[in-house]
């Protein structure tokens, strides 16, 4: 009877892997192409006033109600148009989009750092100073923010930048705080922490020291959405006639043209632009967003973790 006998399959080396320099989570292309379009938005007063004159912005500096340079009756000293005020729109759009993206920032931050507060006390320490900050959150939401700031901002005779974003800001802490409040209570019951407690680390130190730092991806995430929200809520109480009226911003362009029947006049670039610069600041806040979700996230960009 014939027997079989299995010869030794011979080990085969095992293939050197190249480390590549450039494979990092931060080199996200959603990230990086949303950084580029939001800095060149905040980035264009100071860029664009090296190669256009932005005093062009005043009233009664240009022609009236002149289209834009590629259409026909338009010229190349005003590329996007006039509007009925005689503002060069190049400049208005180059002025008022730092401006309306300054007061998303000041409110995102004043919201986010009331947030980030409230959630790691709460997620921290628990008990009764827990339900009573969570109590408090999910209470502030119900509240329908827009229509309370158009009645705060009626009673406010001048409105200024940094009055709108502190506005604004009274209603952007429950979001970071309910989030900030769910990645402290995750993280408290890591080891690392239980050991930093357990060595005599203070509450300060193992907040900031030792949580901080896993959950910065999260809070960025979290910024970039109070950002866009900000920046939503400013541009809707502009509309309304109810923002800055003597800096231009891409709110009160839109309102000034609803003001003046642009859409009926068929002067559809100035509200077109406006609305065109919004676009890409919230497309570009959306995509950062989504970058920093799969830095934070390995499984969102494909990793494979070891269990």
């Known amino acids: 009877m014939a027997t079989l006998t299995a010869e030794p399959v011979a080990a085969q080396p095992a293939k050197a892997t190249r480390i590549n320099r450039w494979d990092s989570p931060w080199l996200n292309p959603k990230l990086i192409i949303g950084l580029i379009m939001v ?21 009664g500096t240009s022609p009236q109600d ?56 709460a997620g921290f320490l628990g008990g009764w100073v827990d339900r009573v900050i969570l109590i408090a959150s999910d209470a502030w939401i119900t509240i329908p923010s827009l229509a309370v700031l158009i009645v705060i901002s009626a009673f406010v005779r001048q409105i200024s930048a940094e009055t709108m ?20 209570l995750t993280l408290r019951e890591r080891g690392y922490i239980r050991m930093a407690r357990l060595s005599g680390a203070n ?27 900000a920046i939503l809520a400013s541009a809707g109480l502009e509309a309304l006639g109810l923002g800055p009226t003597r800096i231009p911003t891409l709110g009160m362009t839109i ?53």
């Open 165 to 184: 974003a502190v506005l604004i800001a009274m209603f952007a802490w429950p979001g970071p705080t309910r989030l900030i409040r769910a990645q402290v």
């Open 39 to 59: 800095l060149s938005v905040a980035l264009s007063g100071v860029i664009g006033g090296m190669f256009w004159d932005l005093r062009l912005a005043r009233v």
């Open 255 to 307: 309102f000034y043209a609803n003001q003046a029947s642009a859409v009926i006049r068929g002067m559809w670039w100035w509200w077109g632009f406006p609305f065109l610069v919004l676009a890409i600041i919230f497309s570009g806040l959306f995509l950062i967003a989504i970058g920093l979700d799969e830095v934070a996230n390995p499984r969102l960009r494909g990793l494979q973790v070891k269990q």
């Open 203 to 229: 509450t300060f130190d193992v907040i900031f020291r030792e949580m901080m730092p896993n959950m910065l991806p999260y809070i960025a995430a979290s910024f970039t959405g109070n950002v866009s929200g």
């Open 66 to 121: 002149l289209p834009p340079a590629f259409m026909p009756g338009g010229t190349w000293a005003h590329p996007l148009g006039t509007e009925n005020s005689g503002r060069d729109m190049l400049a208005v759009i180059l002025t008022g989009a730092p401006r309306s993206f300054r007061i998303g920032l000041i409110a995102a931050t004043i919201g986010l750092l009331v947030g980030v507060v409230l959630g790691c006390v």
